[in-house]
């Protein structure tokens, strides 16, 4: 076994890595770019060196400075995560070529699997079954065209190199194709260097089910069970649970022998998923294969009791698989879903920003948490804005969803924009509790996913009432003056105060009165008791509610019933005499890259017409009209790297 090995990534896998290493005695080398200097997996790791500037290009893409650091850390082994450079075939090679264990597939084996055309004609070859398509190396833009209406539509495109739901797009007509294949191009040679494309038939409502497999180097290779990824959004995964709802135990057999034949096609070894796409009959089709370990590796070591990292590093040091075939347990439910700053009700925009506030369920048998950030950590523009994965395990599906919806409402992020309310939503939703999960769930169940905004009840408003005036009288007691004491106290008669919130559009009042033992909202008596600082325990007449309020600036977050609810107090101190202003404009809704202006200046636009794409956080970001009008100008240019909220287009919308 290692004694020291080096992590290639950074974020939750580095973490991830670094916890096994621990426990097995493995000293851990760390590098981080300069706008990761202070993260966690840096303050977790043993040693840590810095690989170079915030982009990735120049930092964690780096093959040659990491083999450097390699060297003069002493570390045996790279462990490379997944994303960067975890299907990298020549970073696979340069670590052989410095006498470097890569803890992970042969270089054959990266190569072979590497191209997604190349990797489908070797599974032909090994009989695993295929989709419809066309996978050849003639990327002549009107061949492609041509295929594509062969197969016929819907028919989704998809970058050889890619992953991850980057570079694809699903084509449902003729017309739109000669735009999706450019914008799938663009995407992939941003993403992979490589904008080499394939077509395959688009199945309607598939279910999107992968296989984890562990191959070691004495040739034995089995399958640890299926797991279902079919919950997505723009083809990225946001649910993940094993076992599938939708398998009985002959399919997942079958697809188990289809998995480990395609692993052994290539020579396989270590950990690796095969992905399928399935149909409502119970037909599979190869899609790819992973040749790293996956985000979602965590529901299968929840439902069989082992460590795959550990595995990982067993078997790269040479040892064989602990376990065979019929020794694989399959043990209760689990579900996995990835918590992002991002904002669901503004198109899932990324977010970036410090976590002001982070409080997550206390782990156990049953819960689970990973993640590479802690409270004051910042979620930069730089890399994938995931905050933290939030798994469960319990002994049946129904019972591992309302431990999901617990785990979820004692989840509080402020700071940043986060997904939490939509994953609520999602993971209740009657469709994926009866295990009616399928690729176009979220599009097709948006409107309740994601409702429009409503009125929010009295209650809210009065928790945050009565949280403020706990501020107030928590301020006061610190301030450790008679003048600053904010008790109500009146010489004649009980003090009376109205405050004033917002929400959108919503305004709402509290009026109170103070009495010797709490408050009094209209006739009910109300008392509020901090348990921490931001923990609050909430009398209201006959309800006694335990919530979470944080504030953040002019905003009381207050978390309350599994939900969080981001209010404005009015403060009559701050706001008096204020004037109202409008703002408009078309700006960068966050920093990021300009790649294309799409429309003439001068010309006249519908609403909704394409102005301009941004690259942000490895997405591209499409601008749009706001309404009917002229694109007077352009404010910047293709290659233009631009900050949040500077001004892009000069718009005149026209009535």
Known sequence: MFTKILIANRGEIACRVIATCRKLGIRTVAVYSEADAGARHVRLADEAYCVGPAASRESYLRIERIVEVCKQSGAQAVHPGYGFLSENENFAKACEENGIVFIGPPVKSIRAMGSKSAAKALMQEAKVPLVPGYHGNDQDPALLQREADRIGYPVLIKASAGGGGKGMRVVNATDEFTAALASCQREARTSFGDDRVLIEKYLQQPRHIEIQVFADKAGHTISLNERDCSAQRRHQKVVEEAPAPSVDAKQRAAMGRAACDAARAVGYVGAGTVEFIADSQGNFYFMEMNTRLQVEHPVTEMITGLDLVEWQLRVASGEDLPLTQEQVPLNGHSIEVRIYAEEPEKGFLPSVGRLVYFKTPQPSAHVRLDTGVEQGDEITPHYDPMIAKLIVWDRTREAAIERMLGAL???????????????????????FREGRVDTGLIERERAELIPAATNLPAEVFQVAALAQLSSERTAADQAASPWSIADGWRINGAQRRTLQFSVGEQTENVALRYTPTGYLIGDEPARVQRLSDASLRISLGQRHLETTVVPQGEQLHVFLRGAHHAITYVDPLIHAGESEETHGGLTAPMPGKIIALLAEPGAEVAKGAPLLVMEAMKMELTV?????????SYLCSAGDQVKEGVPLVDFQAIA
């Open 624 to 632: 749009f009209a706001p309404s009917k009008g002229k694109l007077v």
């Open 409 to 431: 409402a004692d989840t509080h992020i402020v700071g940043v924009g986060q997904n939490v309310n939509f994953l609520s939503r999602l993971v209740g939703h009657r469709a």
